[in-house]
Nanobody, 122 residues
């Protein structure tokens, strides 16, 4: 599956953004999907994940209550709604399709999008 992330940009603290990740292929609905982010000089970290049906979600503590992951299997798209953005949310955000293992680890994901930059100014 090929993934294309979009929706990043430059915003101020407190603003909102919605990231989208469009997947190619007819097997999108068979994958758990995740969002990760990587700030300069830091390792890529887990942000959120969603199961195939969309019925359950997982979040990093740092974004819980502010970010919402969702998916539309008919559109082969996963979203990340980001509210109350903080400067520490600044990073390149990546969507990924899960393979096996814990949803919290990068090594569990088989396919990655190219990333979209989110910059939050204070």
């Amino acid at each position: 599956v090929q993934l294309q992330a979009s929706g990043g940009g430059l915003v101020q603290a407190g603003d909102s953004l919605r990231l989208s990740c469009a997947a190619s292929g007819r097997t999108f609905s068979s994958y758990f999907m995740g969002w990760f982010r990587q700030a300069p000089g830091k390792e890529r970290e887990f942000v959120a994940a969603i199961i195939r049906s969309g019925g359950s979600t997982y979040y990093a503590d740092s974004v819980k209550g502010r970010f919402t992951i969702s998916r539309d299997n008919a559109k082969n798209t996963v979203y990340l709604q980001m509210n109350s953005l903080k400067p520490e949310d600044t990073a390149v955000y990546y969507c990924a399709a899960h393979g096996t293992g814990s949803v919290y680890y990068t090594r569990s994901y088989d396919y990655w999008g190219q990333g979209t930059q989110v910059t939050v100014s204070s």
